[in-house]
Nanobody, 120 residues
């Protein structure tokens, strides 16, 4: 059974940092695009960042560019999101997701989410 499990969320003050991790099990994702999404209360799900299977290409939402960094470790079947200079607008449940092998942009596998709360 494929599972994605996020960790690293929590409560942080504005200007602080958090590092989210997502560990995958059940199959290898070394040939899958991986991404982070978030959903704030009362809002729709938003794509935050994505990374290609090689790690050579990354994507960021305009709202997080320059503050967030996505990375992956294929040996550990994991993806990470380093979040710096956090502000209250970053408060949301953060989800990691994965595509099927060699698929771009369509995510079939999702984690349960981890809460990030940024206080002002």
């Amino acid at each position: 059974q494929v599972q994605l499990v996020e960790s690293g969320g929590g409560l942080v003050q504005a200007g602080g940092s958090l590092r989210l991790s997502c560990a995958a099990s059940g199959r290898t994702f070394r040939n899958s695009q991986l991404g982070w999404f978030r959903q704030a209360p009362g809002k729709g799900r938003e794509s935050v960042a994505g990374i290609s299977w090689s790690g050579g290409d990354t994507y960021y939402a305009d709202s997080v560019k320059g503050r967030f960094t996505i990375s992956r470790d294929n040996a550990k079947n994991s993806v990470y999101l380093q979040m710096n200079s956090l502000n209250p607008e970053d408060t949301a449940v953060y989800y990691c997701a994965a595509t099927k092998p060699y698929v771009l942009g369509h995510y079939d596998y999702w984690g349960q989410g981890t809460q990030v709360t940024v206080s002002s």
